[in-house]
């Protein structure tokens, strides 16, 4: 702690050589307001990639004409984030069936006699047999791409002679009708054995001694870039990062601003972005979101589909193409609008995506307002005051509502169902019984006051006849309605902090400990200082201590 | 069955079947007796399972009578064509002992290992995959695991508490997986090796040589991830041999000739109802072609999300909040949704009954779990809980018997279904759960 105290309080005393030697060990510059504390780091964990991070890998290597869809066994949501999970995910046998036909397909694609020669990169002296030279090249340039590190040349003689060997055997033989060409099918086969390779479908972590202070671990070279690309593109590392861990330009000074600016500026940061609030909003439960359609008959599959398309958008465009304020996105009324959704929403329809601003007198403003949260978070057949007052606290302020107590007598709950017209009489009944209140009441004064908004995500200003009284509370604020309620949100201090704890988490692959205290009240200083940027908060993130050291206790073990 | 042709569906397999029967065909694969493959070998029994949410309601769900010919109350009315082909077991616990009881999660994870789950812990090996490292590599897959709710994440199988065995949620892929390409027919007059299976069986060996020096840079936890990794790629390793190899004839095996088609994936019962026959049927004929020994299919989740069109709560939803019927005494939705759930336990059942096998049917040569997670839907207890098993196990189990366990843990049905099994273990589960004796009212 004493020497960033020094750094940041003796700026002008000391001579400017002095000065950048001791800053670069501290991670901070003269003009540096609020140096990075001194942290642990995190450890270095084997994750399993995901199946999107597969196929956008995939779709990097070779292209997005190569059709990589696949799911993977859905891993458990621990707190918060699907992405905290992976680090403990295990694969089923069967899963691995799974991805040996993914990978007999991609390899199929790849060789297509459409395809090879775009793909490939080599051409054989004679497409009937081995050619050691142009094998050698596509394993050799594809398995770094896949492996995330350069293979060896055992590893490459190796696969090169499976090669070989399968272009003899397999050349003239027949497959779905036509003649195999041995070169392309003995390839074929070595692709799809490294597509299934456990280094491609896990990704291992290591760590090595920090070369001026060799008691820290941190990151090797080729780690950092991984856990820079995960996080930043949702992808593997492209070429470039790659050569920058191969060369030893990531680590060196300056070296890592170097990548990451590069990857902030990339188009492919919205992959990125998307793939971290497809988790942060619980979006994988939109695969299988439905509505009743004898109630919600406007509610289709491609409804439910276009509002997380809805939110994606809004949310990138908001953070990362305007640069704004993450807290007001749950204010903003610039969104964008399809045809499937202008009806759920009474607006007129336009044909595609287009931007769309909801009028100053409009009910809705904000993430809280659209369909994707008031749907997603509804039943296939009314709203549900609890689920929305759960889902913000628990996606929105990183608070966990606990599960209702086992053992409780529900006849309580049974009663006023059918004789009340509004969500308000019928969930009274929670506030009133004390093994529910302690929770409900958390939840539900939330919930209440959307609900003008039905269990698709209509306006609607009665419900059963009865007028509906949306008056609501969050953590102090009250207020009348859904605007009211974007607005507490908007100021509430948690909702930022909880931005910064998530995608640190993201970030690194796990929940943070209590030992990340001071990175993450770091980061929230950082968060608050550059204006709630999204793009300036991952840049905070991936260029700290934190996301780059190794714990030593673990690693050891792990050497 | 209502608006589904089975003709479009499966046409191939139901044609086949009657084929099958009529002709005298059968008597060149099996001994003299019809009770044994002509190598000699017996009928291999198979182990399967069957779940669904949210148990039943009281007194309509659990019989009067114990023992044979018991009355059927209303919500098990449906049984009736299989009540003789299965043991219905009522009135027992899952004990969570000192873990918290973990509402729709303690009782089904209870009757499947035979262990409470801890707070925060995910479920230890279950039933079906213990006997699949039994019985499991015999054949083209390990075991067989579908779900009917079109929700990938449904699932009462584990690895462990990290590794949900993932169903496969679509009957089109599940077809495709099944009896796509990669099917070999038993009874195909040609067989030829496929060189490219041989040239990928040999890049995999060389995938699998580097085992040794890759568990060398993670950690001890981690090891174990990569280890049932390599687990999965020996299974493959297996499914290419067996691919190298020509199989036996079998009489039963009649592959459906067509894909399902215009399958609805909604959470109406009906549609439920609808996808959990087609991916039956296909499963029972994977059973009956020994794709598989080991088989799982979901009905519903514990948290069932079921819906009965126009009604506007799912049936997790429902069992919480609906008003018990004034004139009835029931909640008359939440029953209708366990009404359901029996009449496809019913067509699970009979879509087993329906293949014959040697000189009976497959369901002599079966045995089926069926778990729920809780006793009464309403209050969500995990006393007053049920189990079923259905088939014979190959003459091991006398079936038709309703037996009331008297508050014993549901373990001890686990425990009964590993020793028919074969699975020789001196007791199943942990603390109150802990089960070593099988009940012995079933055994033949």
């Keep these: 702690m004493q020497q960033y105290e020094q750094c940041s309080g003796g700026t002008f005393r000391v001579f400017a050589t002095g000065m950048l030697a001791l800053c670069a060990l501290v991670a901070c510059s003269p003009s540096d307001p609020n140096p990075e504390p001194e942290i642990a780091g995190t450890q270095a964990l084997t994750k399993l990639i995901t199946a999107e991070q597969y196929s956008n890998s995939l779709a990097y290597i070779f292209g997005p004409g190569i059709d990589a869809e696949v799911q993977f066994a859905p891993v458990a949501r621990e707190e918060g984030l699907l992405a905290n999970s992976l680090a403990t995910a295990g694969v089923s046998g069967g899963q691995v069936q799974t991805i040996q036909s993914l990978a007999a397909s991609v390899a199929s694609q790849v060789m297509d006699v459409e395809n090879r020669q775009y793909l490939i990169g080599c051409r054989p002296e004679n497409v009937a047999g081995p050619d050691q030279t142009c094998a050698t090249q596509f394993v050799s340039r594809v398995g770094r791409l896949l492996f995330r590190r350069a293979l060896t040349d055992e590893e490459i003689a190796t696969y090169v002679d499976y090669a070989s060997d399968a272009a003899v055997e397999l050349d003239g033989t027949e497959s779905a009708g036509e003649e195999l060409d041995g070169f392309y099918a003995g390839l074929e086969v070595v692709l799809e054995g490294l597509l299934l390779h456990p280094e491609v479908l896990f990704i291992i972590e290591s760590a090595e001694p920090e070369p001026d202070n060799p008691e820290q671990l941190r990151l090797d070279a080729y780690s950092l870039a991984s856990r820079l690309s995960f996080f930043l593109w949702n992808a593997s590392p492209d070429d470039e990062l790659l050569a920058a861990a191969e060369s030893g330009d990531l680590q060196s000074p300056g070296g890592i601003e170097r990548a990451v600016d590069r990857m902030l500026e990339s188009p492919r940061l919205i992959d990125g972005m998307r793939a971290f609030f497809d988790d942060m909003l619980v979006f994988d439960e939109f695969k299988t979101l439905a509505k009743d359609p004898t109630i919600y008959p406007e509610f289709t599959s491609v409804t439910a589909q276009d509002a997380r398309e809805q939110t994606l958008r809004t949310i990138i465009d908001h953070t990362l193409a305007q640069g704004k304020d993450y807290r007001e996105l749950f204010t903003s009324r610039s969104t964008f609008m399809s045809p499937a959704l202008a009806i759920l929403y009474g607006v007129p329809a336009l044909p595609g995506w287009t931007p769309y601003t909801f009028a100053e007198d409009s009910p809705r403003a904000g993430l809280l307002t659209q369909v994707s949260f008031l749907a997603g978070t509804s039943h296939p057949g009314r709203s549900s005051v609890t689920l929305r007052g759960m889902a913000l606290r628990e996606q929105f302020l990183c608070q966990k509502v606990p599960e209702p107590p086992p053992g409780i007598d529900f006849s309580v709950l049974t009663n006023p169902d059918a004789d009340y017209p509004t969500q308000r009489e019928r969930v009274a009944v929670h506030l009133e019984t004390p093994s529910c209140a302690g929770c409900h009441r958390i939840t539900d004064t939330i919930g209440l006051s959307l609900e003008q908004f039905d269990g698709a995500g209509a306006y609607r200003i009665t419900e059963n006849g009865a007028t509906i009284d949306a008056t609501g509370s969050l953590d102090g604020f009250e207020f009348d309605g859904a605007i009211g309620l974007g607005e507490a949100l908007s100021q509430n201090p948690e909702l930022p902090r909880c931005l910064v704890r998530r995608v640190y988490s993201y970030a690194t692959g796990g929940p943070p400990g209590n030992d990340a205290r001071p990175a993450l009240s770091y980061f929230n200083e950082e968060f608050a200082a550059q204006g709630y940027q999204l793009r300036n908060l991952l840049r905070t993130i991936a260029l700290s201590k934190a996301f780059s050291l190794i714990q030593s206790l673990i690693a050891e073990e792990t050497l | ?444």
């Excluded at chain 2, 399972?49 to 309509?60: A, D, F, I, M, Q």
């Design chain 2, 1 to 444: 069955m209502s608006k589904w042709d089975r003709r479009r569906v499966l046409k191939g397999m139901v044609k086949g079947v009657g084929v099958t029967v009529a002709l005298p065909l059968l008597d060149y694969f099996l001994n003299d007796n019809g009770t044994a493959l002509a190598q000699g070998a017996p009928m291999p029994v198979r182990f399967g399972t069957w779940g669904y949410g949210l148990g039943g309601t009281g007194k309509l769900f659990v019989p009067q009578q114990t023992g044979r010919d018991y009355d059927l109350p209303e919500e098990l009315a449906s049984w009736a064509p299989i009540q003789n082909d299965v043991n219905l077991f009522t009135n027992a616990n899952a004990f969570p002992d000192a873990s918290p009881n973990r509402n729709h999660y303690t009782g089904w994870v209870v009757s499947r290992t035979g262990i409470a789950p801890a707070a925060g812990s995910g479920p230890s090996e279950t039933i079906d995959l213990t006997i699949a490292k039994q019985i499991g590599n015999a054949t083209r897959f390990n075991n067989l695991t579908a779900t009917a709710t079109a929700d990938a994440r449904d699932t009462y199988s584990y690895y462990n508490a990290s590794t949900p065995n993932a169903p496969e949620w679509s009957p089109l892929s599940f077809y495709q997986r099944l009896f796509g390409s990669d099917f070999q027919d038993p009874n195909a007059d040609e067989f030829e090796k496929d060189p490219r299976v041989i040239a990928r069986r040999s890049v995999l060996s060389g995938i699998m040589d580097q085992e040794r020096s890759l568990m060398q840079t993670v950690g001890i936890e981690d090891r174990e991830r990569l280890d049932q990794y390599f687990t999965g790629l020996r299974q493959l390793e297996r499914q290419f041999d067996q691919r190298l190899t020509k199989p036996e004839p079998i009489a039963s095996c009649v592959p459906p000739g067509q894909a399902p088609a215009d399958v609805p994936m909604d959470q109406s019962t009906e549609s439920l109802k609808l996808r959990h026959q087609m991916m039956a049927e296909l499963m029972a004929m994977a059973v009956a072609c020994d794709q598989t020994r080991v088989f799982n299919m979901t009905y519903s989740a514990a948290f069932a999300s079921t819906i009965r069109p126009g009604y506007d709560k799912p049936h997790h939803t429902c069992t919480h909040e609906e008003p018990v019927h004034e004139e009835l005494g029931y909640q008359e939705n939440a029953s209708y949704f366990t009404r359901r759930a029996m009449e496809s336990w019913v067509d699970f059942v009979e879509v087993f009954k329906n293949i014959p096998e040697g000189d009976g049917t497959l369901l002599d040569n079966v045995l089926i779990l069926g778990t729920t997670d809780v006793g009464y839907a309403r209050t969500h207890s995990i006393d007053g809980m049920s189990v079923f098993l259905a088939g014979s196990a190959g003459g091991k189990v006398k079936t038709g018997h309703h037996v009331d366990l008297n508050g014993n843990s549901v373990a001890q049905v686990g425990y009964t279904a590993l020793q028919l099994m074969g699975v020789d273990t001196p007791s199943w589960g942990t603390l109150s759960n802990e089960s070593s004796e099988v009940i012995s009212d079933v055994l033949a």
